[in-house]
């Protein structure tokens, strides 16, 4: 369901989307967003512009936390541009609109793979806004923790593809980490982009206490340390470097330093595990 568990944080994330895009200094569009989060009851009644939040940037999770989601949209997006190719591949694509809100090069095909519920859900929202695609647009209902190789239709292999895993690893078990980045190496042709967060190490208590993960649980029952797996997490960049990928690695607070907003490092962070990994397959 889009309303508990791994699904909540799909609205969580368009909520940041949301308020993101009502910020004067904003770093990423996204007309959509707002929709989606008024659309579900576990969250019609949560902040979706910058005045909706009382205590601003200050407020851990629709600041903080808020603003790395934002920060993150716009990097990925720089990514999905700059690459450049025909064919991009969403794994966990959640509640993403990048189909219609990016500018695609023509003959381009997106495909969004999640969990049934999630899509039908947001299929509802966009036919509701009557909302049209950019570019040819396929919504794969499946489960990334089994095999999805072959729901891919019309799908080119031997043409790059940019491959995203935004805000999905940290959900899932190592061994279905280590098999989804294997299928995409098996799929990605030569010249392919596979942009994906991880975090890399399981945090001490006094970070699972941090005012992040205490404001998410309180403000709108998202327990993110409990949803997050447990598995000791696999060093998936280098993996894809022994497969003839060059990766890499990134803070996201050097992000921030180069669009001069977002999260900066603080003690005891919520964020200090979290990496954005870049790959290009040779």
Do not use: C
Not at 47 to 52: A, E, G, K, L, S
Not at 209 to 225: C, E, F, H, M, N
């Amino acid at each position: 369901m889009v309303g508990s568990g791994v699904g909540l944080t799909a609205l969580m994330v368009a909520a940041a989307r949301a308020i993101e895009t009502h910020r004067p200094d904003s770093l990423a569009q996204d007309e959509y967003a707002e929709h989606f989060v008024r659309a579900a009851p576990a969250s019609s009644d949560w902040p979706v512009r910058p005045q909706d939040v009382a205590d601003g940037d200050a407020n851990p999770l629709w600041g903080r936390l808020g603003r790395y989601f934002g920060l993150r949209t716009r990097v990925i997006d720089d990514v999905v541009l700059e690459a450049g190719n025909r064919q991009t591949v969403l794994l966990g694509a959640g509640l993403d609109t990048r189909a219609f809100r990016l500018p695609w090069v023509t003959g381009s095909a997106v495909y969004e793979l999640d969990q049934p519920s999630v899509l039908a859900f947001k299929q509802r929202v966009l036919d509701g806004l009557g909302a049209t695609a950019r570019t040819e647009r396929h919504s794969i209902p499946t489960d990334l923790r089994h095999d999805w190789a072959g729901l891919l239709p019309g799908f080119r292999p031997t043409e790059p593809t940019t491959w995203l895993a935004e805000g999905l690893l940290l959900y899932l078990p190592s061994d279905a980490e280590r098999n989804l980045v294997e299928t995409v190496d098996r799929l990605a042709a030569p010249g392919s982009t596979f942009v994906y967060e991880v975090k890399l190490f399981r945090e001490p208590a006094e970070v699972r206490d941090s005012p992040v993960y205490r404001a998410t649980k309180a403000q709108i029952g998202v327990d993110l340390i409990a949803l997050f797996d447990r598995d000791p997490r696999p060093d998936s960049a280098a993996h894809l470097g022994s497969l003839g990928w060059t990766t890499t690695t990134h803070l996201p607070y050097d992000f921030t330093r180069r669009h001069g907003r977002g999260p900066l490092p603080l003690p005891d962070d919520a964020l200090n595990a979290n990496r954005w990994v870049i790959a290009t397959k040779r």
